[in-house]
């Protein structure tokens, strides 16, 4: 049974990263708070909303540092809304995508504690429709899927490639900058077109947003050129190549005037 903690705790979502993609109760919430417990991808900007008077716990990682453990920020969660704060839990984008927001939940609820949880736009959308890319869109993608590029302890890209090399499908890579090269040649050696376009977004809808995109072939030495830094998200797909923002048809795939017209004849 939950336990009569003052206020119930809030596992919030803070969007991609421009503070305006916030919803309107994660806004209420965190002008409401007295301790916020955040993550290293919850922007400057969105902080900046924080009350001044409010406890702000960091449990990101910082350079050179390890993160928090996650037993430590359970154990912190839990002892400052037994404390009778008003504790925001506050996570970059969705906290239930990728993000250990559940895990979180979990212990809440094993330990006693309301809580709720407030969703956030997750990357994949932000990101790609600020970037003026449509994760479906009729006649190029009928579907989309999300998946972490990032490895497990062993080491191992535990993902299964020949699902995910589906042209009618777009794949939204999240933590995907390091393995970049192994998901490109992975990708193409189970079918996938080399000049399927694909995008990464650097810091999407920040001030530090940086976008490359061109053939899928191609991905991992354009994102080194523009120096992309995490976070990244890779975006692989013909929807890609929909986008407008990096204007400069001549670094999309050759094929691109082929989907564009292709999308005309769907209207
Ligand atoms: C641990 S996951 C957290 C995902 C988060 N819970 C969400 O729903 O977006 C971190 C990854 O999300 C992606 N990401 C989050 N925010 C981003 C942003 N503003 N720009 C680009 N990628 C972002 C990156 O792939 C990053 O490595």
Redesign the pocket.
């Known amino acids: 049974m939950r336990e009569q903690t003052r206020y119930p705790v809030a596992i919030v979502g803070a969007g991609?990263?421009d503070p305006e993609l916030l919803t309107v109760k994660a806004l209420r919430l965190l002008g409401d708070a007295d301790a916020v417990v955040y993550d290293r991808?919850v922007s400057a900007e969105v902080r900046a909303l924080i009350p001044a008077g409010a406890m702000q716990v960091f449990v990101g990682k910082a350079s050179n540092c390890h993160p928090t453990p996650q037993d430590e920020i359970n154990d912190l969660i839990v002892r400052l809304a037994r404390g009778g704060r008003r504790v925001v839990r506050l996570?970059?984008?969705?906290?239930f995508?990728?993000?250990r927001g559940s895990e979180e939940a979990e212990h809440l609820a094993l330990h006693g504690v309301a809580f709720e949880v407030v969703p956030?736009i997750?990357?994949a959308s932000g990101?790609a429709s600020a970037a003026g890319i449509p994760l479906t869109h009729r006649g190029l993608a009928t579907g989309v899927r999300f998946v972490t590029g990032h490895r497990s302890h062993d080491g191992d890209l535990d993902l299964n490639w020949s699902s995910l090399a589906d042209p009618e499908t777009t794949l939204v890579v999240?933590?995907?900058l390091a393995n970049l090269p192994t998901i490109r040649d992975r990708l193409i050696e189970a079918g996938l077109p080399a000049e399927t376009p694909a995008a990464a977004?650097?810091?999407?809808?920040?001030p530090d947003e940086r976008i490359c995109g061109g053939m899928l072939a191609d991905l991992p030495e354009l994102a080194l050129a523009e120096g992309l830094k995490?976070?990244?998200?890779l975006v692989i797909g013909r929807v890609v190549a929909l986008a407008e923002t990096w204007g400069s048809v001549g670094r999309l795939p050759a094929d691109v005037v082929r989907i564009r017209e292709l999308v005309a004849e769907h209207g």
């Open positions: 991609p990263g991808l996570k970059g984008g969705d906290p995508v990728f993000g956030g997750t990357a990101c999240y933590m995907g977004i650097a810091c999407g809808t920040t995490a976070p990244v998200l």
